[in-house]
């Protein structure tokens, strides 16, 4: 009887040491995943560009209230819009800026595309 109760033990510990391998692999290949991926800076570069776009939507919100308060007039240049700001705009984008068109009162960046955002 204390053989096979040996016996027994021994399958459970090489199914238990089985099981953790393979939960181990799976782990370790699901990091270096993720590793790879943050490396390559797609996913930040998306959020980054998602953020300088959303302070570019500010920026136009507030041309868009001096506009109202001033019958209908636009801001004369990009100096004249970033006076009405009340600090200068932060890109989360490294080099990114806006371009402003007075004549028509039109935003633009300079970086949309995510890849560039570092």
Known sequence: MNRGSGLVGLLIALVIAGIACVVGYRYLTSTTAAVSTIQ??????????????????????????YRSEHGGELPADKAAVLALLPSPPRFQCAGNDFEYEAAGGAL?????DAAACR
């Open 40 to 65: 390559q800076g797609q996913p930040l570069g998306a959020a980054r560009l998602t953020a300088d776009r959303a302070t570019l939507a500010a920026i136009s919100s507030t041309i868009q209230t």
């Open 108 to 112: 633009r960046l300079l970086i949309t």
